[in-house]
């Protein structure tokens, strides 16, 4: 049974600016992704996104990857650059972003969820959740009815 991640209360870590800044992207996968080589990223990212104070989630099948970061703007940024320049994946665009008070995946350094596994309603159901909001020409807000979504995305999704 997959874990029930959601929901969870807004969150504060000590020292957080008075602004939390949060952005979603959705990218292009350039290869098949293996499921070990997603949990080792899963991993490193995780550990290198707690020195960072930078939370989030990632969710990925063989059409597109999401993923979204929240935590000290320039850090996010700077993060973000990294993760562009990554070889695995392509295309990658920024399709909302937002300030709030406090982080809305806060209990999460990193999680990779995958709906690789899923039945094809549920594949079908995030393809055109990405696509709808990767499509459209204006950055959107990253509201918190949208990182809902993803969190139930997740929730119902492998770990893998
Ligand atoms: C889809 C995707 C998401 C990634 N997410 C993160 C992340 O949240 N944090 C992170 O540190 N690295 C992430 N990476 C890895 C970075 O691109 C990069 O390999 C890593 O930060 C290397 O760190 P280093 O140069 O400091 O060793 C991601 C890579 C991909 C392809």
């Not at 991993?43 to 020195?51: D, E």
Request: net charge negative; charged share 30%.
């Amino acid at each position: 049974m997959p874990t029930v991640v959601s929901p969870s209360p807004p969150l504060r870590f000590p020292g957080d600016p008075a602004e939390i800044f949060s952005l979603a992207y959705a990218s292009r996968p350039s290869r098949v992704l293996q499921g070990p080589e997603m949990q080792s990223l899963e991993r490193q990212s995780a550990i290198n996104n707690k020195v960072l104070k930078i939370t989030g989630l990632l969710i990925w099948d063989d059409e597109w990857i999401v993923q979204i970061l929240e935590g000290e703007e320039e850090e996010v940024r700077r993060l973000l650059e990294k993760i562009e320049a990554d070889d695995r994946h392509r295309d990658l665009r920024v399709f909302a972003e937002n300030f709030t008070p406090a982080r809305r995946l806060g209990e999460w350094n990193m999680v990779f969820r995958t709906v690789r596994y899923q039945a094809p309603k549920m594949r079908d159901s995030y393809r055109g959740l990405v696509e709808s909001l990767a499509d459209t020409p204006l950055k959107l807000e990253l509201s918190d009815d949208r990182v809902a979504s993803f969190r139930r995305m997740a929730d119902l999704c492998e770990a893998l």
